[in-house]
Protein backbone atom coordinates (compact mmCIF):
# COMPACT_ATOMS: atom_id res chain seq x y z
CA UNK A 1 0.00 0.00 0.00
CA UNK A 2 0.97 3.53 0.10
CA UNK A 3 1.25 6.23 2.89
CA UNK A 4 2.07 9.36 1.78
CA UNK A 5 2.20 12.49 4.58
CA UNK A 6 2.06 16.59 3.92
CA UNK A 7 1.35 19.15 5.98
CA UNK A 8 -2.38 20.26 6.11
CA UNK A 9 -1.83 23.98 5.68
CA UNK A 10 0.60 26.92 5.25
CA UNK A 11 0.76 30.33 4.78
CA UNK A 12 3.34 32.53 3.59
CA UNK A 13 3.92 36.44 2.50
CA UNK A 14 3.46 37.58 -1.37
CA UNK A 15 7.45 37.63 -2.92
CA UNK A 16 8.65 34.68 -0.17
CA UNK A 17 9.69 31.19 -0.41
CA UNK A 18 7.78 28.34 0.63
CA UNK A 19 8.72 24.56 0.75
CA UNK A 20 5.99 22.01 0.96
CA UNK A 21 7.42 18.23 2.33
CA UNK A 22 6.14 14.84 1.44
CA UNK A 23 7.40 12.35 2.50
CA UNK A 24 6.05 8.46 1.27
CA UNK A 25 5.82 4.85 2.02
CA UNK A 26 5.20 2.87 -0.63
CA UNK A 27 5.05 -0.84 -1.54
CA UNK A 28 6.43 0.38 -4.76
CA UNK A 29 7.91 3.54 -6.76
CA UNK A 30 7.97 4.86 -10.53
CA UNK A 31 8.23 8.55 -10.20
CA UNK A 32 6.75 10.96 -7.67
CA UNK A 33 4.48 13.74 -8.73
CA UNK A 34 3.27 17.48 -7.84
CA UNK A 35 -0.16 18.93 -8.78
CA UNK A 36 -1.27 22.47 -8.19
CA UNK A 37 -5.04 22.47 -7.52
CA UNK A 38 -6.89 25.74 -7.28
CA UNK A 39 -10.33 25.31 -5.75
CA UNK A 40 -13.29 23.77 -7.59
CA UNK A 41 -11.10 23.09 -10.40
CA UNK A 42 -9.03 19.85 -11.62
CA UNK A 43 -5.43 18.94 -10.46
CA UNK A 44 -2.17 21.04 -12.85
CA UNK A 45 0.81 19.39 -13.45
CA UNK A 46 3.84 20.63 -11.66
CA UNK A 47 6.98 18.51 -12.00
CA UNK A 48 8.05 14.87 -11.79
CA UNK A 49 10.63 13.31 -9.73
CA UNK A 50 12.26 10.28 -10.42
CA UNK A 51 15.71 10.04 -9.95
CA UNK A 52 17.31 11.75 -6.75
CA UNK A 53 18.08 15.37 -7.16
CA UNK A 54 16.76 18.67 -7.89
CA UNK A 55 14.38 19.45 -10.55
CA UNK A 56 14.06 23.07 -11.45
CA UNK A 57 11.01 24.75 -13.44
CA UNK A 58 10.95 28.31 -13.39
CA UNK A 59 9.53 29.57 -9.93
CA UNK A 60 8.99 25.87 -8.87
CA UNK A 61 11.62 23.04 -7.79
CA UNK A 62 10.98 19.82 -6.76
CA UNK A 63 13.39 17.49 -4.77
CA UNK A 64 13.65 13.67 -4.51
CA UNK A 65 15.35 11.06 -1.79
CA UNK A 66 14.78 8.13 -2.64
CA UNK A 67 16.32 6.54 0.09
CA UNK A 68 14.78 8.96 2.24
CA UNK A 69 11.20 8.24 1.35
CA UNK A 70 11.12 12.48 0.80
CA UNK A 71 10.21 15.07 -1.47
CA UNK A 72 9.79 18.68 -1.20
CA UNK A 73 8.17 21.45 -3.86
CA UNK A 74 10.12 24.87 -3.27
CA UNK A 75 8.07 27.71 -4.77
CA UNK A 76 9.47 31.04 -4.89
CA UNK A 77 8.65 34.87 -5.25
CA UNK A 78 5.26 33.91 -4.62
CA UNK A 79 1.94 35.48 -6.42
CA UNK A 80 -1.32 35.64 -4.93
CA UNK A 81 -2.04 33.19 -8.14
CA UNK A 82 0.09 30.25 -5.90
CA UNK A 83 -2.71 30.47 -3.57
CA UNK A 84 -4.06 26.48 -3.88
CA UNK A 85 -3.98 23.25 -3.16
CA UNK A 86 -0.14 21.00 -3.70
CA UNK A 87 -1.15 17.18 -4.22
CA UNK A 88 1.87 14.58 -3.62
CA UNK A 89 1.49 11.70 -5.76
CA UNK A 90 3.90 8.86 -6.10
CA UNK A 91 3.36 5.98 -8.93
CA UNK A 92 3.72 2.50 -8.81
CA UNK A 93 5.41 0.22 -10.32
CA UNK A 94 3.69 -0.76 -13.40
CA UNK A 95 3.26 2.40 -14.40
CA UNK A 96 -0.39 3.00 -14.08
CA UNK A 97 -1.77 4.70 -10.63
CA UNK A 98 -1.22 7.57 -8.65
CA UNK A 99 -1.65 7.43 -4.91
CA UNK A 100 -1.88 11.19 -3.30
CA UNK A 101 -1.70 12.74 -0.03
CA UNK A 102 -4.38 14.62 1.29
CA UNK A 103 -3.08 17.94 -0.18
CA UNK A 104 -1.05 21.36 1.66
CA UNK A 105 -3.14 24.48 1.14
CA UNK A 106 -0.89 27.32 0.56
CA UNK A 107 -2.11 30.77 1.09
CA UNK A 108 -0.44 33.79 0.20
CA UNK A 109 -1.01 37.04 1.92
CA UNK A 110 -0.04 40.41 1.27
CA UNK B 1 -6.22 23.39 -20.70
CA UNK B 2 -4.89 19.72 -20.85
CA UNK B 3 -7.13 18.52 -24.22
CA UNK B 4 -8.91 16.72 -21.37
CA UNK B 5 -12.48 17.15 -21.07
CA UNK B 6 -15.23 15.96 -18.91
CA UNK B 7 -19.44 15.76 -18.91
CA UNK B 8 -21.11 16.38 -17.24
CA UNK B 9 -20.00 19.34 -15.38
CA UNK B 10 -22.40 18.91 -12.26
CA UNK B 11 -24.86 16.20 -11.45
CA UNK B 12 -27.35 15.64 -8.80
CA UNK B 13 -28.69 12.13 -8.19
CA UNK B 14 -30.79 10.71 -5.24
CA UNK B 15 -29.84 7.12 -3.24
CA UNK B 16 -30.35 4.23 -5.53
CA UNK B 17 -29.62 5.79 -8.96
CA UNK B 18 -27.56 5.12 -11.26
CA UNK B 19 -25.06 7.39 -13.01
CA UNK B 20 -22.86 7.42 -15.84
CA UNK B 21 -20.03 10.24 -16.56
CA UNK B 22 -18.30 10.74 -19.79
CA UNK B 23 -14.50 11.67 -20.88
CA UNK B 24 -12.33 12.95 -23.79
CA UNK B 25 -8.88 12.00 -23.51
CA UNK B 26 -5.90 14.35 -24.81
CA UNK B 27 -4.98 13.84 -28.60
CA UNK B 28 -2.47 10.84 -28.37
CA UNK B 29 -3.45 9.28 -25.23
CA UNK B 30 -4.06 5.53 -25.61
CA UNK B 31 -4.34 5.37 -21.60
CA UNK B 32 -7.68 7.06 -18.80
CA UNK B 33 -7.65 6.88 -15.20
CA UNK B 34 -10.39 7.74 -13.05
CA UNK B 35 -10.29 9.21 -9.88
CA UNK B 36 -12.80 10.14 -6.93
CA UNK B 37 -12.05 13.26 -5.34
CA UNK B 38 -13.68 14.21 -1.98
CA UNK B 39 -13.60 17.99 0.00
CA UNK B 40 -10.66 18.21 1.45
CA UNK B 41 -9.28 15.12 0.49
CA UNK B 42 -6.99 14.08 -2.54
CA UNK B 43 -8.00 11.74 -5.33
CA UNK B 44 -8.41 8.46 -5.03
CA UNK B 45 -7.57 5.83 -7.74
CA UNK B 46 -10.80 3.90 -9.16
CA UNK B 47 -9.36 2.23 -11.92
CA UNK B 48 -7.46 2.93 -15.26
CA UNK B 49 -8.13 1.31 -19.04
CA UNK B 50 -5.78 1.05 -21.65
CA UNK B 51 -6.58 -0.08 -25.25
CA UNK B 52 -10.11 -0.63 -24.13
CA UNK B 53 -8.93 -3.21 -21.08
CA UNK B 54 -9.27 -2.68 -17.63
CA UNK B 55 -5.53 -2.75 -16.00
CA UNK B 56 -5.81 -2.08 -12.73
CA UNK B 57 -7.97 -0.89 -10.19
CA UNK B 58 -8.50 0.47 -6.83
CA UNK B 59 -10.04 -0.51 -3.62
CA UNK B 60 -13.36 0.45 -5.09
CA UNK B 61 -16.55 -1.68 -4.84
CA UNK B 62 -18.02 -3.38 -8.30
CA UNK B 63 -20.83 -0.60 -8.34
CA UNK B 64 -18.14 0.94 -9.47
CA UNK B 65 -17.56 0.20 -13.51
CA UNK B 66 -16.21 1.85 -16.26
CA UNK B 67 -15.72 1.23 -20.38
CA UNK B 68 -12.82 2.51 -22.99
CA UNK B 69 -14.19 2.91 -26.06
CA UNK B 70 -11.83 2.40 -29.85
CA UNK B 71 -11.33 6.58 -29.69
CA UNK B 72 -9.67 6.07 -26.56
CA UNK B 73 -12.89 7.92 -24.92
CA UNK B 74 -14.05 6.47 -21.17
CA UNK B 75 -17.15 6.27 -19.27
CA UNK B 76 -16.84 5.48 -15.39
CA UNK B 77 -20.44 3.87 -14.07
CA UNK B 78 -21.59 3.70 -10.74
CA UNK B 79 -24.80 2.17 -9.94
CA UNK B 80 -26.53 2.29 -6.10
CA UNK B 81 -25.62 5.62 -5.48
CA UNK B 82 -24.80 6.23 -1.61
CA UNK B 83 -24.61 9.59 -0.13
CA UNK B 84 -20.78 8.87 0.34
CA UNK B 85 -20.49 8.56 -3.48
CA UNK B 86 -21.06 12.34 -3.62
CA UNK B 87 -17.29 13.82 -4.47
CA UNK B 88 -15.61 15.09 -8.11
CA UNK B 89 -14.88 12.36 -10.06
CA UNK B 90 -11.66 13.19 -12.23
CA UNK B 91 -10.27 11.37 -15.32
CA UNK B 92 -7.19 11.65 -16.30
CA UNK B 93 -5.08 11.03 -19.61
CA UNK B 94 -1.85 9.64 -20.56
CA UNK B 95 0.76 7.54 -22.60
CA UNK B 96 2.06 4.52 -21.41
CA UNK B 97 5.53 5.36 -20.70
CA UNK B 98 7.90 6.01 -17.77
CA UNK B 99 8.33 9.42 -18.12
CA UNK B 100 4.39 9.69 -19.03
CA UNK B 101 2.22 12.26 -16.93
CA UNK B 102 -1.60 12.37 -16.43
CA UNK B 103 -3.47 15.29 -17.39
CA UNK B 104 -6.34 15.66 -15.50
CA UNK B 105 -9.86 17.28 -16.82
CA UNK B 106 -12.06 19.44 -15.39
CA UNK B 107 -13.78 17.30 -13.38
CA UNK B 108 -17.73 16.40 -12.69
CA UNK B 109 -18.96 17.19 -9.72
CA UNK B 110 -21.55 14.66 -8.22
CA UNK B 111 -24.22 15.26 -4.94
CA UNK B 112 -25.82 12.20 -4.11
CA UNK B 113 -29.15 13.22 -1.98
Known amino acids: GQNIDQPTEMTATEGAIVQINCTYQ??????LFWYQQHAGEAPTFLSYNVLDGLEEKGRFSSFLSRSKGYSYLLLKELQMKDSASYLC???????????FGAGTTVTVRA | ETGVTQSPTHLIKTRGQQVTLRCSSQ?????VSWYQQALGQGPQFIFQ???????GRGNFPPRFSGLQFPNYSSELNVNALELDDSALYLC????????????FGPGTRLLVL
Open chain 2, 27 to 31: SGHNT
Open chain 1, 26 to 31: TSGFNG
Open chain 1, 89 to 99: AVRDVGDYKLS
Open chain 2, 92 to 103: ASSKPGTRETQY
Open chain 2, 49 to 55: YYREEEN
